[in-house]
């Protein structure tokens, strides 16, 4: 049986398989970006929380409660300025991410049944079922190898072996390298 993380949510369906891929554990799926910073603010108030959001076009106010730590590619982390508190947003979303990624791979999309052209893509990742679809696992593991794909989940691995007692300094240089 695998690990829950329930302090770890994604947003959207495609997300949280992306992120149980990566860290080999169930996590805490919520349906939007609102209902991501509600259950920080909720019911981790006072403990440690890592939140993976899509950079929509419209900015969140809970992002002005927090410091841009660090950038790269499609990927920002954010910390809360007094709780332990980490976002993670994908620029400008988890679809074009993952395509992009596919392609510096090299790696083409048909060969897992999925579309590679941009909006049928997205169309295939808001699908309910696509938060246990074997293609996208298989897809995942085929780009695993990625730099931004590798940052990711080094910045999970960081996140969660240290939470409270996390380095900003290392987090940044995560970014850097």
């Not at 996590?27 to 981790?44: D, L």
């Amino acid at each position: 049986m695998k690990q829950k993380m329930l302090h770890v949510m994604p947003e959207c369906f495609v997300d949280t398989n992306l992120i149980e891929y990566l860290l080999d554990s169930c996590v805490n799926h919520q349906h939007c970006c609102s209902k991501v910073v509600g259950t920080m603010k909720k019911r981790f108030a006072d403990s440690f929380a890592i939140g993976i959001i899509d950079k929509d076009k419209v900015e969140m106010g809970y992002l002005h409660e927090c410091d841009e730590l660090a950038q790269r590619g499609h990927l920002t982390i954010y910390k809360h300025k007094s709780l332990h508190h980490y976002l993670i947003t994908i620029a400008p979303a988890i679809d074009r991410f993952v395509l992009d990624c596919a392609k510096k791979q090299r790696v083409s999309l048909t060969r897992f049944g999925l579309p590679s052209e941009l909006k049928a893509f997205t169309k295939e990742t808001k699908q309910v079922t696509s938060n246990k679809d074997r293609r996208f696992k298989a897809l995942f593991s085929a780009i695993e190898q990625n730099d931004e794909i590798s940052l990711l989940l080094n910045v999970l691995l960081y996140l969660n072996k240290t939470m409270y007692k996390a380095d900003l300094k290392v987090l940044k240089s995560l970014f850097a390298s």
